[in-house]
């Protein structure tokens, strides 16, 4: 039996209602060894991040790479020439 909780709110569902209630915002756990444990459920916020996260690292690496490329330009000219 798995259970959905938002606030305050507690419903008994079965596995086949898990994703209407985890689109509506629903965290589902499992009564276990006299506990309920929570699954961790991926949404689309979750999802959105998760791929903010990885653009933002991305684009970490190129301006680094830019500001590598850059200093190595730098350092190749030779003394007294133009800029």
Do not use: C, H
């Not at 985890?22 to 309920?36: M, R, S």
């Not at 991926?42 to 190129?62: G, M, N, V």
């Amino acid at each position: 039996m798995l259970y959905a909780m938002k606030d305050n709110r507690q419903v008994k569902i079965s596995e086949d209602e898990k994703q209407k209630f985890i689109d509506a915002g629903y965290k589902i756990a499992e009564f276990k060894d006299g506990k309920l444990k929570y699954e961790k459920v991926l949404t689309d916020k979750d999802k959105a991040l998760a791929a903010k996260e990885k653009e933002i690292s991305d684009l970490k690496a190129k301006i680094e790479a830019l500001e590598s490329d850059k200093d190595n330009k730098n350092s190749k000219k030779a003394k007294g020439e133009g800029k």
